[in-house]
Every structure is written in C-alpha cells, then in structure tokens.
C-alpha cells in the first residue's frame, strides 16, 4: 500500500466530511422542527462559539422547550459546562429538581459523570455532586434513583452503604433490587457485610441474587466450607456452581486444587464446570503443585482428544499449552503449539523452512519462574532490561 | 556458507520484533566458508504471500524496498540496515514474517530470520489465536488480583487524577500507562500487543464470551468457561460489573439517549481546528472519551475514574483513545516537541506560561518518576518505567517529551516500539 496515497486520501475524506459546526448551528435554529432540528446529531459536537454556548444556556433553562432539544443543548456545549462552575452548577440543580422530567434530569447526570473523567473544575464542585446524588437516592424514578446509589456506592459512601444494607434486611426499606444491592455493596465491601452475605446464600429472594452474594464472599474465609459444597452440590444451578468455584479458588487455591483435579476428570460433572476447572488449574496453579503430577496431565491430554465438548478441549488444550505440553491433537487448533525450532533454527544459522509459527512456550514458563523468584525477594518489578536513556528536569 | 541478522541490537529471538517504524538491523556472514572476496546478497521475505510483511531500508530515509541487495564482508564485519513492517501487512501469529537471506544470482539461501511485525490492532479483527493469547496474557497479569496488575489498577485511582486528567498531560500520561502495560504483557507472552475498542463501530466480537464477557441479568460478567479472564479479580474480589447502555452487538458506543453517541473518528480528528492545534484536539477527553466511559451504566467499573481499571476494557477503551491521537499526530505532522501545534506547554513546571506539574513537556510523569512529595500523590506504585529489549526509549522515569515523538520520526532513539494498524509510519 502506498502510504502517501492513504494519508492524502484520509485528509480528503477528512476535509470534506460533514461539518458538525453548521449542523449544530441548524440545531439552534428554532423556526425548524424539532425533528429537523435533531436529525443527523446522534452525536453532538462540542461548540465553544459564545453566541451558540449562549443560546444553548437559554436551550436548557427553558422548561417549553422539548427535552430532547434541552438534553441535546447540554451535550453540545458539555466541554463549556466542564470549564465553568455556573454552569456546573446549572446542571446539578437540573439533576436534583423533581418537576423536571425524567428524560432531562438522567442525561444530566450522565453528562456531569462524563466530566468527571475530564474537567478540573468538576473536582471543585464534587462535593456538591455527591449531596446532589444523595438527595436523589429516594427518588421515584427508579433508574435515576440506582444511577445516584451506583455512583455513591462507588464512592464507598457509608451513607449509601447503611441504606443499602437496611433494604437487604428489611426488603419494604430496599431501594433498589437485592441482586443489585448486594452488587454495590461489593464496591466497598466489609467483614460485617459477610453474614448478610451468607444468609442471601442460605435463603436467596431470587437466584441472582445468591449468585452474586456467592461471588461476594471469595475474601470471607468463614464461608469457605459454604462455598466448598455449593462447588460439590450437582443439583446446584450451574453458573452458581461456576461462581463458587471461582471464589474458592480466590480464598483457598490448595482446596480449590483438590476439588478442581476431581471435578475435571468427572465425566458426571457439567462441561462447563470440568472447563471452568481446568482453566483454573492450567492458568493459576502454581508450577510445582501440579508439575509433578503426570498422570493428571496424561488424564487431561486423553480428555482433550475425546470430548466433544468445544469449551472442555479448549480448556484442555490451554492446560496442556500451560504446561509446556506438546499437543498431538488430530483437530485444527487455535493456540497450536509445534515442535519449536532449535537453536540453530532460530539463530537463523541454517536455512530452515518454517512451516508454522513457533510457540511462545519458552517465553511463558520463563515469565512464570521469574514470578515466583520475584515473589521470593519480594520485588514487584524485574530489573529493566535496557539501560534507561534520556533525563528528567522534575 | 551462512549469515546471521541482529536485530534490534542482537542477534536473540526475544527482540525479533518490529513495528512500522524502522527497526535497526545488521547482516553478517557467520561462515564464509573460505570466501574472501564480499559476498553479494540479497534480502528478502521469504513468504511474500503470507504472514506479517518486511519493508527494507539501506539507509533510515526514503520508501522502503521489499528487497534490499547488499555486499558482506567476508572477513565477517556486520552490514548495517533497517527493517520495518510493511504497512498494513502486520504479523498475526509470532514468528510469521521471515527475512531470508540469498546469494544474489544463485538464490542459495543462506539464513531465515522469523520474526513478528507486532501491531496494536482493532480488537473487534482479531484472529481467534490472538484473542486467545491476548486474554491468556492478561488474566496471568491479573493472577486472580494477586498479579503484578495491581499496580495498574492502582495508578488509575481518584488520588492521582491531577497527575492523569483534566489537563494537557492527559494523552502523553495514558500513553505511557498503556505502553507499561504492554510491556508487562510481553514478559507473559511476546506475541502480544495492546489492542484497541474501535468505540465508534459495533465491536461484537469483543463483547463476547470468547474475549471480554457478556454481562448477566445483574451486570456481572460472564466467559466461556475455557476463558481464564473468569478468574478475574481486583481489590480482592472476583468478576467484572459492566452493564452497556447501549447494543454491543449493533451499535457504538453510546448512552441510549439522544445524541448520546461518542463521535467517530473524522470528527475526533477535527477537533484540532483550522489549526489542528493540540490544544484543541485533547478536547477529545470529554467527546469522545468520557463518553465511552459513561456508555456503561452506574454500576460498571468502567464508567468512574476510581474503578475504571478494574475491567479489561478500560485498557482497549484508552488505547482507541491513544490511536485517535496517534492518527492526528499522523496526518497533520505532529511530532516536532518544539511546536505548540504539537503539544501547548513547551517548558516545565514553574516556568513562565507553565501548566500544573506533570503536564509541562519536560516534566516527568508520575508515577515512574517514584516523586512522592506535594503535590504528588504520596505514593507511587509500579515502580520505575519497565525496560524493553527492543528499544532503549523512553527511560526509567520519563517526561510528557518522550511520548511525542513515539515513532521516531524526528528523533529514532524516541521510537516506543508500538504502532497501531491503521497509523502508518512516514519520514
């Protein structure tokens, strides 16, 4: 490809694509109609001319207007609002003002979200954006009233925390579903929030809600007999099950180890659950534990070339791939590990021909060594490999 | 009779890796076989019908050659030249590209080089093999949260915004976010490269089970159950809450509302003004970025500063955003650290005109700086900047400067080693 033509064809297609400016401004045009208005600005482009950041403002305030045009008008000058405190201002006490529309007030929301990503002036106002939010968690409109606890939820507002907690115990008190009230606790989580934890467990309102009080407690250790035979029960739902594992896996990887090795080779047990096992083991079990036992290994690479499940031989032939195994599988694969070339191959030393890519096998077991060496010393980082150039003036 | 090829300053695999920009490269003959006059040969890719692409270079200037004739001593002296990949022929698996070595005339092969034009790709493209390699490498880094990953999720927290947001630093900061990253994932697997979310196109491929989830009824992600990033973990707790607000199979990103949507690139790229001053184009962080991140809804990580590196996507979120700036600096020139066009804070902090620190050009940039006094953050975790074995650049503790110049265009000992598929390389 001639890179000289792609650019100067880029520029082209550039220069001449549609002017977001002069669309914006026919959006401002109030003898069109509202569709008219809208049309074409499914994205809005960011104005910073002060007549049209001024006719915007107007936009806004004007509770006539139509709320698709008052939200549009925020989007087209959210960069304007970003750089001023006013106007920051404006837009919380949108959020905050219950006779404005719904449709208004979320999208508002939204936008000072996005400024929290990119203005500095938005920081200054950021204490009054959480009262605002907190002012709104009793709201009626439901998804307004969850955008406002999600937000402070990760916040690890404590305020937010005690109402959230209170609603699980006393579901007349929940503000939003248990499900997603036991998702927001797991911001922040604590050691008191475990036995409320453990009884969504026990006696679940619904099952995604126990699922997700299950992925919750992977740092409890109390529930780890819990999560242990929710991972045995095979009446249990299935995805719960593959929940469990993961989170006995976080809290006891030896447990998990013993179970995980069983679990793979039952031929009783789901797929998704052997799958779900042998990527764990082949991923995170530690070189040593697993290494030395090759009979599990040869169990694998049989189960590999027998099953019919895709997502079981795939996590078997990862483990294998895992353990520096060679795969001698009849399948076309993805991850396909070849006899690698010898040294003198890859020196380039003798002409060779290369029939597939070589594996990055070497690379991996190395990269595993190093870790456990550097969690031996205790150091996070290996020494750099280069010496560093260039010098620093702060 | 046999040659051997260095490249990138040694003659290892490990460093057999190339961008678009041109890589520094030696031949020799390893055995001339009793040879004493120069022995004439010629370079060339082995398979000019597959894999990744070479492009030659005698000289670092001008278009590169596909082949490259050259005269080699045969008292065994190294032959200088440069390769690079061969835009837009990027490798898609280690070791696909290979510089064959023959005898001009005869056509006696005299040495293969496999090696990997590594390029940072559009996610939502990649080849099973590569996705796969991908996740592979980065749920290692995570290790169940217990990986070296918890220091990228601690860079990226409330306490550092200063140093990250906000301001003019926010591109050069992220880019060396994410060539750390990257570089760490190289360790893991070398194949690897940091790919990026197209935000502005429907990414099916990437909200996938095979790849970065698919949430459940609450949010929670679900993968395959061959796929490892479902051990994912952060600040001790498994999984990842991302709930799009948007139609991840159709659409791009955007918050379900009107005129909601993130813009597409041209208009990112016009940003910059009649100008194209960067001034003007690092609006981009509130449209089209901020956007991204609030397209997900109020319990997704990745939609507030704090926990937004808690997902995966974050990383491929921003790397669409560091491509958006590669492709600016690309077609408008902007590499020259000398011109405000370039970057609009020229000096350091304190200096007349300057910015708040860490975001003047000649600043360094926490937290590889390890500075952990006022008005740093007091901590700095990750270390120094990571090393790599095919560039020496940018250093331990780099300055906003060596982010600029990220091809090498002005400057080759600035070339970061990474390009992105759709961002060639021009002198």
Not at chain 2, 335 to 346: E, I, K, M, V
């Amino acid at each position: 490809m001639d890179v000289e033509e792609y650019l100067k064809q880029y520029k082209k297609e550039l220069e001449s694509g549609d002017d977001e400016r002069t669309r914006y401004r026919e959006f401002l045009n109030k003898s069109r109609s509202v569709s008219e208005r809208l049309e074409g600005l499914e994205s809005s482009a960011n104005s910073s001319d002060q007549d049209e950041v001024s006719e915007s403002i107007n936009i806004i305030r004007d509770r006539d207007e139509d709320v698709q045009i008052r939200v549009t008008a925020i989007r087209g000058i959210s960069n304007e609002i970003g750089e001023s405190p006013e106007l920051i201002d404006l837009l919380l006490s949108l959020v905050r003002d219950n006779t404005e529309p719904v449709a208004l007030r979320e999208p508002a929301l939204r936008v000072l979200q996005q400024l929290s990503f990119s203005s500095v002036v938005f920081r200054t106002k950021r204490p009054e954006y959480l009262d605002v939010l907190r002012s709104i968690i009793d709201d009626q409109d439901a998804e307004l009233r969850q955008q406002a606890i999600g937000v402070l939820a990760k916040e690890k507002d404590e305020y937010v925390q005690r109402r959230l907690l209170e609603g699980l115990e006393d579901p007349s008190k929940a503000l939003i579903p248990p499900e997603k009230a036991i998702q927001m606790l797991g911001f922040d989580i604590h050691a008191e929030h475990y036995p409320i934890l453990r009884d969504m467990v026990k006696s679940p309102p619904n099952p995604a809600a126990k699922k997700e009080a299950v992925r919750l407690l992977a740092a409890d250790a109390a529930s780890k007999n819990m999560l242990a035979e929710i991972l045995s029960d095979k009446g249990e739902d299935k995805e719960v099950r593959r929940t469990s594992a993961i989170a006995l896996e976080s809290l006891d990887p030896a447990e998990f180890e013993d179970r995980a090795k069983q679990i793979a080779l039952d031929e009783d047990e789901s797929d998704d659950l052997r799958a779900t096992s042998l990527s764990g083991l082949g991923h995170f079990s530690s070189l040593e534990a697993v290494s030395i036992d090759s009979s599990f290994d040869e169990s694998v690479a049989q189960l590999r070339d027998k099953t019919a499940s895709e997502d079981l031989r795939r996590a078997a032939e990862m483990y294998m791939n895992r353990r520096g195994g060679r795969l001698q599988s009849t399948q076309p694969e993805e991850l396909k590990s070849v006899q690698p070339l010898d040294e003198n191959q890859m020196m380039g030393t003798e002409p060779v021909t290369v029939q597939e890519p070589s594996p990055n096998i070497l690379a991996v077991i190395m990269g595993r060594v190093r870790k456990i060496i550097e969690a031996i010393k205790g150091n996070p980082k290996p020494p750099t490999p280069k010496t560093p150039a260039g010098g620093s003036s702060v | 009779m046999r040659t051997e090829i260095n490249l990138n300053g040694s003659a290892n695999a490990t460093e057999r890796y190339i961008s678009w920009s041109p890589s520094p490269a030696q031949v020799r003959l390893a055995d001339a076989e009793g040879a004493t006059d120069p022995v004439q040969v010629r370079l060339k890719n082995q398979n000019p019908g597959q894999g990744g692409q070479v492009l030659f270079f005698a000289a670092r200037a001008g278009a590169g050659q596909n082949e490259l004739q050259l005269s080699l001593p045969a008292n065994g002296s190294p032959v200088d030249f440069f390769v690079a990949g061969q835009f837009p022929r990027a490798s898609t698996a280690d070791g696909d590209a290979s510089i064959e070595v023959v005898v001009e005339g005869a056509g006696t092969t005299l040495s293969v080089t496999p090696l990997m034009v590594r390029i940072r790709k559009n996610a939502n493209l990649l080849t099973p093999a590569e996705r796969d390699h991908f996740v592979s490498a980065f749920a290692t880094l995570n290790d169940r949260g217990m990986g070296q990953f918890r220091d990228f999720r601690d860079m990226h927290r409330n306490v550092a915004d200063d140093e990250e947001h906000g301001r003019a630093g926010f591109l050069p900061w992220h880019r060396s976010y994410l060539l750390d990253l990257e570089r760490e994932l190289q360790r893991i697997d070398p194949s690897v490269a940091l790919h990026y979310w197209r935000f502005d196109q429907a990414a099916p491929q990437i909200f996938s089970k095979d790849f970065l989830g698919v949430p459940d009824t609450n949010g929670t992600l679900t993968f395959n159950p061959a796929n490892p990033l479902q051990f994912w973990a952060t600040d001790l707790t498994p999984g990842i809450v991302r709930q799009a607000l948007f139609n991840t199979n159709t659409q791009p990103a955007n918050d379900g509302t009107a005129s909601g949507r993130v813009i597409n690139e041209q208009a990112t790229l016009r940003l910059g003004g009649t100008n194209k001053t960067y001034r003007l184009f690092s609006r981009m962080e509130g449209q089209p970025h901020g956007t991204a991140h609030v397209s997900f809804d109020e319990s997704s990580y990745i939609s507030d500063i704090d926990t937004a590196p808690k997902d995966p996507l974050f990383f491929l979120l921003h790397c669409n955003v560091d491509r958006l700036w590669a492709k600016w600096q690309r077609v408008f020139r902007r590499f020259d650290p000398t011109s405000a066009r370039t970057y609009n804070f020229l000096g350091s902090a304190g200096s007349p005109g300057a910015t708040r620190i860490g975001h003047n050009l000649k600043d360094t940039m926490w937290p590889w700086n390890q500075i952990t006094t006022n008005p740093r953050p007091n901590t700095a975790p990750g270390g120094n900047f990571p090393g790599s074995l095919i560039t020496a650049a940018p250093g331990a503790t780099p300055a906003v400067l060596n982010m600029i110049d990220y091809q090498g265009v002005l400057n080759p000992s600035s070339r970061l080693g990474f390009d992105y598929d759709d961002v060639p390389f021009q002198f």
